[in-house]
């Protein structure tokens, strides 16, 4: 299998969302509600040489027919306080911005609003529904500043990236982001591209996650790369290497803490027991994967088997205290990294002997 390409950190490339452009605030105006707040009916002058009726129905009760000021302004089967309207609206006002270009991206391509109210609405089922991630530890996550989140790679397709991202999002109470470094293939991937930038993630690369920390980013890394994630199913939980040790580096220059995150249950929906080498260097591949439900069983076959996974956030590690010289230290790069990864290591361990299924 192929190893993942490797960029020099001082590599000067162009970002293709360089300029951001402000957003402008859309405000919905309010009407005003008819009829009187008692729910009373006011009363009716007869006009000259008319007559009014004998017999009058009831006046409406609040509820019915009259929306006083104070009152809901639906009858009981609507959504409340007109839900279904401002979803409507809103969904049109988000489309609007889309078209005319009315939005924010930062100088990565990231896209906040698009990730927030698409992207992460997506996932989400995928995550709660579908996978049933618990997440445990979130409060090893600083409330701000940047952090470097370390975890493990696996699962034949990278789904655990995106896993992570929507825990971090959804579960902590500082509604924080995680922004990942992605191998250069993604980059290099139609249609993915374009949606890997707009949801954060940037090129896996030291000058790029260096930026990212110092502006006060969550930074999400999975030093295993390809080797992590094309693994075979026979070598599942074991971690692969860590590479030289860049992540720490960036960590230690930024004077960002590094949290170390164990991962369970990503190993296990596609279960890899072979690779078609040849194939995969016609494809420009790094492997492709051979399961037992694909290729045999076509596009049904690269439905993920739903286990049940489990996202652990360990204690972070502080790296101010150490001099700026550090980053430039091999052997205390190598121990770090040594620290980070036996720390995983043990996690995924401890989480396997509490899991009580697979699926369960």
Not at 200 to 226: S, W
Not at 265 to 284: D, F
Request: hydrophobic share 40%; charged share 25%.
């Amino acid at each position: 299998m192929a190893d993942a390409k490797v960029l020099p950190f001082d590599d000067d490339r162009s970002r293709s969302g360089g300029a951001s452009r402000p957003a402008r605030r859309r405000t919905g105006a309010g009407g005003g509600s008819g009829g009187r707040g008692d729910g009373s009916a006011a009363p009716v002058s007869a006009l000259p040489g008319a007559q009014l009726p004998e017999a009058a129905g009831p006046a409406p009760e609040a509820g019915e027919g009259a929306r006083g000021p104070e009152g809901p302004g639906r009858d009981a089967s609507g959504p409340p306080d007109g839900g279904w309207e401002r979803r409507i609206a809103g969904g049109l006002a988000f489309l609007r911005r889309r078209v005319t270009g009315d939005y924010e991206v930062d100088e990565f391509g990231y896209d906040k609003e698009l990730t927030e109210q698409v992207l992460m609405s997506a996932l989400r089922p995928l995550a709660e529904k579908y996978f049933r991630v618990e997440v445990k530890g979130i409060e090893n996550i600083p409330a701000e500043g940047g952090a470097l989140i370390v975890a493990n790679h696996s699962g034949t397709l990278p789904l655990d990236g995106l896993m992570l991202q929507v825990a971090v999002h959804d579960h902590h109470p500082a509604d924080r982001h995680l922004r990942l470094l992605a191998a250069d293939l993604v980059f290099h991937l139609p249609v993915v591209n374009e949606l890997a930038r707009k949801a954060g993630h940037t090129l896996a690369c030291a000058e790029d996650a260096q930026r990212l920390l110092e502006t006060g980013e969550i930074v999400g890394v999975m030093p295993e790369g390809f080797k992590g994630i094309g693994k075979p199913f026979g070598e599942r939980y074991k971690l692969q290497r860590f590479g030289r040790g860049g992540f720490v580096s960036t960590a230690l220059r930024a004077r960002a803490p590094i949290v170390p995150c164990s991962i369970v249950g990503a190993e296990e929906i596609y279960p890899m027991i072979g690779n078609a080498k040849t194939l995969a260097r016609l494809l420009g591949f790094p492997y492709f994967p051979i399961t037992p439900t694909f290729p045999w069983l076509g596009p049904l076959g690269a439905l993920p088997l739903p286990t049940k996974w489990t996202i652990q956030f360990g204690e972070p590690i502080p790296t101010d205290g150490y001099p700026q010289e550090a980053a430039e230290d091999p052997m205390l790069m190598f121990n770090l990294t040594d620290q980070v990864r036996e720390q995983i290591q043990h996690t995924l361990y401890k989480l396997l002997v509490q899991r009580r299924s697979v699926f369960f």
